[in-house]
């Protein structure tokens, strides 16, 4: 997921904070309910800096990562300690815990963003081909572990849907839309819709796919198109 500023140790962007200012049963209550013993709340443990996290090396050699990086573009595949950090795991507790603490035994040996629809065709037929694994990352707020590598040893690749989520058009009636992949919640789908005006239900770094979303409330989402 391309958003500048986004926490790959936690929830949201840096430049957006949760104040505990007003909320003097917070800890207590949290200690309380998780059995907490009193140091676990008076020590605050900060994330393993990215720099010090050990990852293994790609497992693709320079012929494959040559090859790949002409179906999508120079910068578009990418080996690099933050990408491939940030798309080891969801955001679950477990995860959470597990990323802060630099444990991230399999990370993608690289991260896609393909551009469009033809560019995930292109890519899932060369994984095919050479028996690379593909694991799909749309928002990156998974809390079930669909996001995260198998392990062994089988090379995988994560491929980042964060381009392919144009709004292609807005029935005016009843709002809903095909789109040409996982479509951004609130926030950032509604500038993709032609003429504006459409958001999608859900978070802001969540992505509606497969079938008709509902909210809560009753109301529609979107419709995803069947183009992938």
């Not at 391309?2 to 957006?16: C, F, H, K, S, V």
């Not at 950090?85 to 815990?97: E, F, N």
């Not at 572990?145 to 058009?169: F, K, M, N, S, W």
């Not at 504006?196 to 809560?216: D, E, F, K, R, V």
Request: with cysteine; charged share 20%.
């Amino acid at each position: 997921m391309d958003i500048p500023n986004l926490r790959w140790w936690g929830w949201g962007t840096l430049d957006q904070d949760f104040s505990l200012e007003g909320r003097p049963a917070f800890w207590p209550t949290l200690r309380e309910w998780l059995e907490l013993p009193d140091e676990a709340i008076e020590h605050e443990t900060s994330p393993v800096p990215l720099e010090e996290i050990s990852l293994r090396p790609p497992r693709l050699d320079g012929p494959m990562l040559s090859s790949l990086r002409k179906l999508v573009g120079e910068g578009m595949a990418r080996t690099d300690r933050r990408d491939r950090v940030g798309h080891a795991y969801g955001k679950s507790c477990r995860d959470l815990i597990r990323i802060r603490a630099g444990h991230i035994p399999n990370p993608p040996d690289a991260v896609v963003y393909p551009a469009d629809p033809g560019q995930v065709v292109s890519l899932l037929a060369w994984a095919a081909d050479r028996d690379v694994a593909v694991v799909p990352f749309g928002g990156g707020s998974s809390v079930l572990g669909g996001v995260e590598p198998a392990p062994g040893d089988r090379p995988t690749i994560t491929l980042d849907l964060a381009q392919v989520d144009r709004v292609l058009a807005v029935d005016p009636v009843s709002r809903c839309g095909p789109t040409d992949g996982p479509t951004f919640g609130l926030g950032r789908g509604g500038d993709r819709a032609p003429g504006g005006g459409l958001y999608c239900t859900g978070g802001s770094h969540s992505q509606l796919a497969g079938g008709m979303n509902l909210a809560s409330g009753g109301s529609v989402g979107i419709i995803a198109s069947p183009s992938l």
